[in-house]
């Protein structure tokens, strides 16, 4: 079928994509938020959440030693 209806298999394809190929939410944008709140800049609180894959007090341990 997809070999026959090019429009159909750009349809199936963008579903797909869509559908189970987003990134989930994990969290990090409300982390990322409450770590700004304390006063961290966003680009050292976003790489501190990165390292500790998104631990949060993990993040925060790694913020408070790095001053």
């Known amino acids: ?3 026959h ?3 159909q298999f750009l349809n ?3 579903f797909w994509t ?3 190929a987003k ?3 994990t ?3 409300a ?3 409450r770590l700004m709140d304390m006063g961290f800049p966003a680009d050292k609180a976003k790489a501190a959440l990165q390292a500790a894959n998104g631990d949060e007090n993990a993040a925060i341990e790694k913020l ?3 001053m």
């Open 12 to 14: 199936t394809a963008r």
């Open 27 to 29: 969290g990090d944008d």
């Open 1 to 3: 079928m997809y070999l």
């Open 23 to 25: 990134q989930r939410d």
């Open 18 to 20: 869509e559908s189970y």
């Open 64 to 66: 408070v030693s790095s």
């Open 31 to 33: 982390a990322l938020s």
């Open 5 to 7: 209806d090019h429009e």
